[in-house]
């Protein structure tokens, strides 16, 4: 396996879904190509850090315009009876 | 100190009950999900007004289609699905589009063949994991963000930071599963070389010729 290649195999590596046979042909080149392997780490490092991250919070105004929202659409859909059917 | 453990329902426990008529437990999955769908919609749309928008719609949307909801998707798949869509609306309407989506068909075949090999390859100084909560780094993931292609954001938001699967995040996006992987990868590589350009330790750069075999 090129390091072209394994970028093409990138995905299923870091995911868990690649084959078994391209996963071992995957390891070999990475246990020789220092490169691969801190590419395939730092990648690994910047899904945790997008998937741990949580930069935003909901303000309380939008929260409360979300809830009353809510609670009108609900009475109206529900006075008319049964929610209606997609 | 006693600990008193009320565990909470599971989602489809709270659907069966709002979808029963009750408003409350309809309340408590949008208290569960709101955060979820707000950060998605803002990372999306980089704008909060638009952010709201699309919160409200999707969960009113919900609220008014929770009668055809039949479980197949979890309720989190199903209501950031909802969101995406109201999303994409608001991304044709800023661009001026009635039609045109971000499907393959507008675009030349996005193979593997193009895609960037990485160039800046250092170990990061930091493990994520101690770098996660600093305003700095939430800055940095911003504008790395910012800076992706939208067809490209919309799937690593979906795929990677809210967990769908490459299935669930293709049908989110009308996209196939291939160009669904693609783009993945691009948005990896990309965030990837602009992450490690800030956190790289520059002692530590393995220059890219030693990568050429």
């Known amino acids: ?86 | 100190m006693t600990k008193t453990i009320t565990p909470e329902p599971a989602d489809a426990e709270l659907v069966r009950r709002a979808q029963g008529g009750e408003l409350e437990a309809f309340e408590a999955l949008t208290n569960r999900y709101e955060l979820r769908v707000y950060s998605l919609a803002m990372r999306m749309l980089r704008q909060e007004q638009d952010a709201e928008d699309v919160t409200q719609q999707a969960f009113l949307s919900a609220l008014e289609n929770l009668g055809g909801f039949r479980g197949d998707a979890s309720f989190a798949t199903w209501i950031l699905r909802i969101a995406t869509h109201a999303a994409l609306k608001v991304i044709r309407k800023r661009k001026g589009l009635d039609t045109v989506s971000l499907e393959e068909a507008t675009e030349p075949a996005d193979g593997y063949d193009a895609i960037p090999h990485p160039e800046y390859i250092a170990d990061w100084r930091q493990s994520p994991e101690l770098l996660v909560h600093t305003n700095e780094i939430r800055r940095l993931l911003d504008e790395a963000l910012a800076k992706l292609d939208e067809k490209h954001r919309m799937v690593f938001l979906l795929r990677d930071v809210e967990g769908l699967s490459v299935k669930e995040t293709a049908e989110a996006l009308g996209l196939s599963e291939a160009n669904t992987k693609v783009r993945l990868l691009r948005a990896r590589l990309q965030l990837r070389e602009e992450l490690t350009l800030t956190l790289g330790d520059p002692g530590r750069r393995i220059t890219r010729n030693l990568h050429d075999h």
């Open chain 1, 1 to 86: 396996m090129k390091c072209a290649e394994l970028l093409a195999a990138l995905n299923e590596y870091v995911d868990g879904t690649v084959d078994p046979a391209i996963c071992e042909e995957f390891q070999k080149h990475m246990a020789g190509c220092n490169p691969c392997q801190v590419v395939v780490d730092n990648i690994r490092q910047t899904i945790t850090l997008y998937k741990e991250g949580k930069p935003y919070q909901l303000p309380v105004e939008c929260r409360q315009r979300l809830h009353t929202a809510l609670r009108e659409r609900w009475k109206e859909t529900h006075l008319r009876g049964a929610p209606s059917p997609s």
